[in-house]
């Protein structure tokens, strides 16, 4: 019985890891195209977004991720999301992408990801679930995988991770900003993500003014640490 | 039949979904409108006080969609008035009146998902996808409290030391940066220990097997068969063009027709379900609990 699960299981997700790139991938960009016309960008970003999500997840299944690795996974996605906590008397100031780019950049993209993407799902159940979760999923994880890219400049060079961090405080913004026009609009339409990139501009200076200020704070303690954790432990 | 706080929770992932999808897919009033209405009526079942307060919000949500609409849009025929001067069009309003009802809805159903679907079924659900995932999610919704109770005990420590001072913003951002400094020293080593336990008692040796909880029964296979027939009648006449209506340049209603009246009755029927096992499950519960 139990055997059977599991080989039930492994089918399901072998299934899953070649059937969405190869089938369900192009499956919605042709059928979308051709049945939806011009709507066919919200739906299709949105397809793919949820799409590469799962992908994702599947995929770290296959490879070999130690035990360490995983606590430690686990360990930064909770100080994310309790980060706000800690800094809760000062309003407006989050840590969540500085410490998911201190990860990507001393653990590894991938891990990077995972602790962005899990930061956003669990910070959610406090701040509310929609279908803004799954963008909000993939821009943190993004973040955090083009983090892991460039993690030499960015571990040795403080100018790079300021730069960096302001980037990234820019692009979720921007990034969100194509999220409410797509789920609003049901397509592409400039006026009105130019008026929605401008009534977010506050809240753009304020993300990156955060990510650039936590990881200013915490690049050097966070990334001395990590960094121990590595040497002495081999994570 | 149960209602679906207490059914498997794939099968109300399936539900959800099936109510969903006809509710996104195409700007139709009506679906839009029957989704908002049994949303907000199930809403109303599942929350409560405040919660239940504010479910105006979400009407609101449509009507301001509807005169945002036209600002940005300026597609349609018929032109009601000029606004700096940019046309006013009829369509306009209709199709943001229509795409707020939609979105309405959609935000009422997923606060209703957020209802049934509490951490703990997300986390049976995600498991069987990717198991390794599924546990650094439990783990990192474990050390929430465990780490909050921590950075507690090493704020009292460190304001015994008198080390932590709060009389301004820089000392208040000092202290929370000495706290954090004590507490992730002590979570990452904390973690190396407990990775090397699991390690030590066989994680990873072979393959995974787990506790469920969740038991799939005879109601769960009726009521995903139920909504996916449903939704697959929907899908039907939204293929067919039955349901599809035309918004520019000028509103085109289709037709209505035995594939349209089917569509909807289907589509209402799906989406009053959950209500209607929620009220027969408290219902029922009222008439035990008044016979002890």
């Not at chain 1, 990881?215 to 081999?234: H, M, V």
């Amino acid at each position: 019985m139990t055997a059977r699960r599991t080989e039930n299981a492994f089918r399901w997700k072998t299934a899953l890891r070649y059937g969405i790139p190869f089938l369900l991938m192009p499956l919605l960009v042709v059928l979308g195209g051709w049945r939806l016309g011009e709507r066919f960008y919200a739906w299709g970003i949105l397809g793919m977004v949820g799409l590469s999500q799962v992908l994702f997840f599947t995929g770290f299944e296959k490879r070999t991720v130690g035990s360490r690795r995983m606590v430690i996974a686990a360990v930064m996605t909770a100080l994310s999301v309790l980060g706000r906590v800690i800094f809760a008397p000062i309003p407006g100031f989050k840590p969540i992408t500085a410490i998911v780019v201190i990860t990507a950049i001393w653990i590894g993209g991938e891990t990077g990801f995972l602790v962005g993407s899990l930061s956003a799902l669990i910070s959610n159940f406090f701040s509310g679930q929609g279908p803004w979760t799954p963008f909000q999923m993939f821009a943190w994880g993004m973040i955090g995988l083009m983090a892991g890219f460039l993690s030499g400049p960015l571990r040795k060079n403080r100018v790079w991770l300021i730069l960096y961090g302001a980037f990234a405080g820019v692009a979720y913004s921007l990034f969100m900003d194509v999220w409410t026009v797509l789920w609003y609009n049901g397509g592409v339409n400039w006026p009105l993500y130019r008026a929605a990139v401008i009534t977010a501009l506050p809240y753009m200076a304020s993300y990156a003014a955060s990510n650039v200020v936590f990881l200013l704070l915490l690049g050097r303690p966070f990334g001395e640490k990590l960094a121990r954790i590595r040497l002495k432990y081999g994570v | 039949m149960m209602s679906l706080r207490h059914r498997h929770p794939g099968c109300a992932c399936v539900v959800f979904a099936c109510v969903l999808l006809p509710v996104i897919f195409g700007v139709n009033p009506v679906t839009a409108g029957i989704g908002l209405v049994s949303g907000m009526g199930l809403l109303f079942l599942l929350e409560e006080g405040r919660g239940r307060r504010r479910l105006g919000w979400y009407p609101a949500v449509a009507l301001a969609s509807g005169v945002l609409n036209p600002l940005f849009n300026h597609n349609g025929r018929t032109v009601l008035f000029f606004l700096n001067r940019n046309p006013v069009t009829r369509e306009a309003v209709l199709y943001g009146l229509v795409m707020g009802m939609l979105i309405a809805a959609a935000l009422v159903w997923a606060r209703c998902f957020s209802h049934v679907m509490d951490t703990e079924k997300l986390q049976a659900v995600t498991g069987r996808l990717s198991p390794k995932v599924s546990l650094i999610l439990s783990m990192s919704l474990r050390y929430l409290p465990l780490f909050r109770r921590q950075a507690a005990q090493v704020r009292e420590a460190q304001a015994g030391l008198g080390l932590i001072r709060e009389e301004n913003g820089l000392d208040r951002l000092r202290g929370g940066l000495r706290v954090m400094d004590g507490m992730v020293t002590w979570a990452l080593e904390n973690g190396i220990t407990t990775a090397d336990s699991m390690t030590a008692r066989g994680y990873g040796s072979g393959s995974r097997t787990r506790y469920r909880v969740y038991v799939w029964e005879r109601g769960d296979t009726a009521l995903t068969a139920l909504s996916l027939g449903l939704m697959l009648i929907v899908a039907a006449a939204r293929v067919t063009g039955q349901i599809g209506y035309t918004w520019y340049p000028e509103l085109r209603v289709p037709a209505a027709g035995f594939g349209s009246a089917a569509a909807y009755g289907a589509f209402g029927l799906l989406c009053l379900t959950p209500a209607a096992l929620e009220i027969k499950d408290r219902w029922k519960w009222k008439v035990l609990r008044s016979r002890i």
